[in-house]
């Protein structure tokens, strides 16, 4: 993502996404493969089973080895099938990688409005919002390291949609901030760089994060909600 400010599945698939939410628990997360959290990241925005194979597939070569460097057979193959059946579904790798960057990104959004828009004070917002974030970040690592570092492949267009997206985020964020210098709440000299640093925490996890950390992601989304806070000024955090 732009620094602008820049699990195997749970008992039911229909619950899955609100795990997330919710801050799946840190067990039953280290359980869950990258595939399985790809796999539901994609279900989530209904395509049918032939783009979610190809999409799965594709996210998961892009991270490994570069989206330029990653063919079209590269993605077929891995995602057993033949080369011809992925342009049934796109007509390009670069219209693969665009899905895959605007459902991450919708995605993200959402995750970040519904912990925004929580009742609360704005540090225990602004708390929720990071270390949900933290987790969805940890458990789709993959997606999140193609958004972060593939989105140059895009077309001009197709890069100025996710640019949009990601100012949006950006925008949930400083919106926590704003309310929390209006409360008095938060007492920071710049919101904007405050915003930028608390994203980071959430965001860049997905450059580094290994599921042999030392932090489980529960853990270390307990650690970058405290951190959020101290960016903010919060004295006491919760």
């Known amino acids: 993502m732009i620094n602008e400010a820049a699990p195997k599945a749970a008992d039911a698939d229909a619950h899955a996404d609100a795990d997330i939410v919710a801050g799946a628990d840190a067990n039953s997360a280290a359980a869950d493969g990258t595939a399985a959290s790809l796999e539901r990241l994609f279900g989530r925005y209904h395509f049918p089973p032939g783009p979610r194979r190809i999409l799965l597939a594709a996210a998961t ?42 459902s991450t990104l919708d995605f993200t959004i959402e995750v970040a409005a519904t912990e925004a828009n929580r009742p609360g004070s704005p540090a225990d917002r602004l708390a929720s919002l ?60 710049d919101p904007g760089a405050a915003a930028i640093a608390v994203l980071s925490l959430c965001l860049d ?25 101290r960016i903010v000024g919060v004295r006491s955090p919760i």
């Open 205 to 229: 996890v997905a450059r580094w994060y290994d599921p042999s950390h030392r932090l489980t992601p529960q853990q270390l989304g307990d650690f970058n909600a405290l951190a959020a806070l």
């Open 61 to 102: 070569a892009f991270a490994e080895r570069g989206f330029h460097a990653t063919t079209t057979r590269d993605i077929a193959a891995q995602a057993g099938l033949s080369p011809a059946a992925l342009y049934v579904y796109f007509r390009s790798k670069e219209e693969v990688l665009h899905q895959i960057v605007t």
């Open 130 to 189: 990071v270390h949900v974030l933290t987790l969805w970040t940890t458990y789709n690592s993959q997606v999140g390291h193609v958004v972060l570092y593939q989105t140059g492949a895009l077309s001009p267009a197709h890069q100025a949609e996710a640019t949009a997206r990601q100012r949006k985020v950006s925008q949930i964020v400083r919106r926590v901030i704003a309310d929390g210098l209006r409360s008095g709440d938060f007492d920071v000299p």
